[in-house]
């Protein structure tokens, strides 16, 4: 049974910065996974949060958000493809994918689009 990866995005402001981090998942692990992207900017219908995700995403600044079999492996910062790989290997979080250094560029980058 394949695992399943979801990716959990605001995008608002532009091409998602996510589609080359999907594309390396999809072509490293082929069948043995399931990735599904969402985009929370462009709500479409129902999405499979656990009430608690639901919670966090309202009260954190968590996005972007990987889940892998239910388990939440990274938050706000996509992991590098090395890290990845392990992540979706093992099901869990490193020791630094909850809680990433985010640079300067990125903290700029993570600010609310302005209508």
């Known amino acids: 049974m394949p695992r399943t990866i979801q990716l959990f995005e605001e995008n608002c402001c532009g091409p998602s910065f996510s589609t080359d981090f999907v594309s390396f998942l999809q072509r490293r692990f082929g069948a043995e996974v399931e990735v599904r992207v969402f985009d929370l900017a ?3 219908g129902r999405l499979p ?12 600044e968590c996005l972007p958000l990987l889940v892998v079999d239910g388990v939440v492996v990274a938050q706000r910062k996509l992991p590098n ?17 909850l809680n990433p250094s985010l640079s300067a560029a990125e903290m700029t980058g993570r600010q609310r689009c302005q209508p």
């Open 42 to 44: 462009k709500r479409n």
């Open 49 to 60: 949060l656990s009430p608690d995700l639901i919670l966090k995403i309202q009260t954190e």
């Open 81 to 97: 493809f090395l890290e990845a790989v392990g992540l979706v290997r093992t099901g869990q979080p490193s020791q630094t994918s």
